[in-house]
């Protein structure tokens, strides 16, 4: 009896003690001055790499293996608490486990990952000033993108593009100053499961992984990799990703990087501008090249979004709202951004 009490006073007071250890950590990312990009320079990027270094021993995508799981682990909790509530202190043990469960996930992301939402923001480490763009300035930034997203002759595979990828990474961390952080292994692998709960791609903490929905084209799966591989370099927030995952493409010199970057970034720019300038949005996805439209429009079938005249929809996910002033601040600080007639003849 003595030994029943003390363990369920360990475990409570291990509950607590991770609780609150969570909650002055999360608190410090926000409220210490540095404290955020100090812990996400150094601690971080060390957790990640051995939490994802472990899980990469696995041949299989342990995120579409959990993704699967999820109907038989819902069924498994419900029929563990019915048979619980039918057993002295069952509700207790019960309660317990879930509750460390929880805990065991909010510690892995919160000293993981949690500390990217409170860095100082990527524009400013940019030395950007953004601002909500017009309609010409996202007429000549998607201008500026269908300049670029001109394809090559022939898609590569993932062994060409990786590394050429890690390489654009390196490059961009370098030229900006970041802290160079431990390569996360990019385990990258493309799951029909995903399509199931609508999602495009996902970094998986504890894992490591990139899985991207195998119903995407080509140069989506790849600036969608690029995207969620910014994820396992530390950077939390939505529109930060997408900007790093579009540095390195464009740093990485790999001319499949860079066309799929300016088609990633298109998908981005053109909801934005049909919602701003529907006019100008008609122009801009009139001369759209072929290749870059159909891989648009392929992804507009899969996910029923619109980013083309020919197709209705909704304009994009709130949480990218602010990628279009970021991009915009950026390429009008290289002084990239032309009229529209400034097209090359070679990207109508």
Not at 154 to 169: C, I, M, R, S, V
Request: aromatic share 12%; glycine share 8%; charged share 15%.
């Amino acid at each position: 009896m003595l030994s029943v009490r003390f363990r369920k006073k360990s475990a409570v007071w291990g509950l607590l003690f991770t609780s609150l250890f969570l909650f002055l950590l999360f608190c410090a990312f926000g409220e210490v001055p540095g404290f955020a990009d100090a812990y996400a320079a150094v601690a971080a990027p060390r957790v990640r790499s051995v939490l994802s270094g472990f899980f990469s021993l696995f041949p299989f995508s342990l995120t579409a293996l959990a993704l699967l799981s999820l109907p038989m682990l819902f069924l498994f909790l419900l029929v563990r608490g019915m048979r619980a509530l039918s057993r002295p202190g069952g509700l207790w043990r019960y309660t317990a486990g879930i509750l460390s469960a929880v805990l065991a996930f909010l510690f892995v992301f919160v000293t993981a990952f949690a500390a990217g939402y409170r860095t100082t923001p990527l524009g400013k480490k940019l030395l950007l000033s953004p601002r909500t763009p017009d309609g010409e300035t996202l007429a000549r930034c998607t201008a500026y993108l269908s300049a670029m997203a001109v394809p090559p002759d022939q898609t590569p595979g993932n062994e060409e593009w990786l590394p050429a990828l890690q390489k654009g990474f390196s490059k961009v961390f370098a030229l900006y100053g970041f802290p160079e952080q431990t390569a996360p292994p990019l385990k990258i692998s493309r799951s029909g499961v995903l399509s199931f709960f609508g999602i495009l791609g996902l970094y998986t903490l504890p894992f490591g992984e990139v899985t991207v929905n195998g119903a995407y084209p080509d140069a989506l799966f790849c600036f969608t990799a690029a995207h969620e591989t910014a994820h396992g370099y530390g950077f939390a927030r939505e529109e930060e990703a997408d900007l790093m995952a579009f540095l390195a493409c464009e740093a990485s010199e790999n001319a499949y990087l860079c066309y799929a970057a300016a088609v990633g970034m298109l998908g981005r720019i053109l909801p934005v501008l049909r919602d701003t300038d529907p006019a100008a949005w008609q122009d801009m996805a009139g001369i759209l090249p072929e290749k870059a439209r159909a891989e648009l429009s392929d992804a507009n079938r899969a996910y029923s979004e619109s980013v083309l005249p020919a197709s209705a929809g909704e304009s994009g996910e709130d949480e990218y709202r602010s990628l279009p002033a970021l991009l915009c601040a950026y390429l009008s600080g290289r002084g990239l951004l032309r009229p529209p007639t400034d097209i090359p003849s070679s990207a109508r």
